[in-house]
């Protein structure tokens, strides 16, 4: 159940300003339930989404510099950096100095990254299940079409 201030936000029909308001409290907390329920699911594997976010991105995308992991996750370099470090140090990912460039690193999967994914993608289909399940493919789909344009900048409409 939504919280009384919330609720009043939201349901605040002259003003425009105080219900945007209220959109974006109830779009932060729908992320902050979703994330909770993830770390939580994934604490038992050594990572967090940020984490398993970068070790799909690894996959995905395969080895990979830490600046091209800036720019396909929208992370910062200091966290980046920071995350990178963790992953390595739990042994889920290997830092090499890049072939073509002695001065970048080359960031790729271990073995142990991988068995970690398959862990995390348990993890995220069922606490995917809790947020989502009450909704029908259809509505999935309208959500993630909705949230797009939430989130893509203004000037690409």
């Known amino acids: 159940m939504l919280d009384d201030l919330l609720e009043r936000l939201l349901s605040e029909g002259g003003d425009p300003a105080v219900r945007h308001v ?40 395969g080895p990979s510099s ?51 994914l398959e862990g995390g993608r348990r993890a995220g289909a069922e606490v995917g299940e809790r947020l989502f399940g009450r909704l029908d493919g259809d509505e999935r789909d309208r959500l993630v079409a909705l949230l797009r344009r939430i989130a893509e900048p203004a000037d690409a409409d």
């Open 22 to 61: 209220g959109l974006g409290m109830l779009l932060a907390a729908a992320h902050n339930r979703s994330r909770a329920g993830m770390n939580d699911e994934l604490r038992a594997l050594g990572v967090d989404v940020r984490g398993f976010s970068m070790l799909l991105a690894l996959e995905m995308y």
């Open 66 to 116: 830490q600046r091209r992991l800036i720019d396909i996750t929208g992370i910062d370099k200091s966290t980046m950096v920071r995350i990178v470090d963790e992953l390595e140090e739990a042994g889920l990912v290997r830092r090499e100095r890049a072939p073509h460039d002695r001065r970048a690193h080359s960031i790729s999967l271990t073995p142990d990254g991988t068995r970690t």
